[in-house]
């Protein structure tokens, strides 16, 4: 039987629709590529409930698939989403492949909504399991990711995870945490900017060393002391 016009022109619009709504990422992993799929997507945004399914490049095989309840984030210029970019106060990816832990397994951040400091992005954090074979939720590494601003960035080198918070314009707080084997996060630095004041900016560092805090306090002219940044 032949399907009218307008049915036509609506499964079709309809199927559009699904294709405009989904996107293959190729380029964030060595391992694995990424299919995304999410409810809605305007010209510069896609939102809403998402699914991720990760495929083994070597096999082309599901590795495995997950599930946000909002795969909020923003196109790029070519209408595809960004893949491993933190940016403080801009651009950060729905997906970020990375070694979270320093334990030498790529590790998996999937954006869920806005829900961290001042309404910035939020992440559910993945580490990979290697007795399992498959990515498991880490609830500390999600904490870090919600109660913060935005994703957490890394420091290979030193194998620290940085964190960001703020209240207003005038004061910041930086943060570095340890990853320690069979214990989790360990809190090992904090650098406290209050420029509150107005003239002046009060810059503190604790750090821990042999288990105890050690505490600087510097008072600085704002300007001079934002001139060095």
Same mark, same amino acid.
């Given at each position: 039987?032949?399907?009218? *016009?307008?049915? /036509?022109? *609506?499964v !079709? *619009?309809?199927e559009?629709?699904?294709?405009?709504?989904e996107?293959?990422? &190729?380029?964030?992993?060595? /391992?694995? =590529?990424?299919?995304? +799929?999410?409810d809605?997507?305007?010209?510069d945004?896609?939102?809403g409930?998402g699914?991720?399914? $990760?495929?083994?490049k070597k096999?082309?095989?599901?590795f495995?698939?997950f599930?946000?309840?909002d795969?909020?984030? %923003?196109?790029?210029?070519?209408? &595809?989403?960004t @893949?491993?970019?933190i940016?403080l106060y801009n651009?950060q990816?729905? $997906? #970020? %492949?990375?070694d979270?832990?320093?334990?030498?397994?790529e590790d998996?951040?999937?954006?869920?909504?806005n829900? +961290?400091?001042?309404g910035?992005p939020?992440?559910?954090?993945?580490?990979?399991h290697?007795?399992?074979?498959?990515f @498991?939720?880490?609830?500390? $590494?999600?904490?870090?990711?919600?109660?913060?601003?935005?994703? !957490?960035?890394t420091d290979?080198?030193r194998?620290? #995870? #940085?964190t960001?918070?703020k209240s207003?314009?005038c004061w910041h707080?930086t943060?570095?945490?340890?990853?320690?084997?069979?214990?989790?996060l360990?809190k090992v630095?904090?650098?406290?900017e =209050?420029?509150q004041?107005g003239e !002046?900016?009060?810059?503190?560092?604790?750090e821990l060393?042999?288990?105890?805090w050690?505490s600087?306090?510097e /008072?600085?002219? $704002? =300007?001079d002391y934002?001139?060095q940044?």
């Open positions: 039987m032949k399907l009218p *016009l307008f049915l /036509i022109i *609506l !079709f *619009l309809n559009l629709s699904l294709g405009q709504n996107f293959i990422i &190729n380029d964030g992993s060595d /391992i694995y =590529d990424a299919k995304i +799929s999410v809605k997507c305007s010209e945004n896609c939102e409930k699914t991720i399914k $990760l495929f083994d096999t082309d095989k599901l495995q698939t599930v946000s309840d795969l909020y984030f %923003f196109s790029d210029n070519s209408g &595809n989403p @893949v491993n970019i940016q651009e990816s729905p $997906l #970020i %492949f990375e979270f832990n320093f334990d030498g397994s998996l951040a999937i954006r869920n909504g829900n +961290s400091g001042y910035g939020s992440y559910d954090v993945y580490v990979y290697r007795n399992k074979k498959k @498991v939720v880490s609830d500390e $590494l999600t904490q870090l990711a919600y109660e913060n601003l935005g994703m !957490f960035q290979h080198e194998k620290r #995870i #940085i960001f918070q207003g314009c707080i943060t570095e945490y340890s990853v320690v084997p069979k214990k989790g360990v630095f904090e650098l406290e =209050d420029a004041g !002046f900016v009060i810059v503190t560092t604790r060393i042999n288990d105890k050690i600087k306090e /008072i600085f002219k $704002l =300007d934002y001139k940044e």
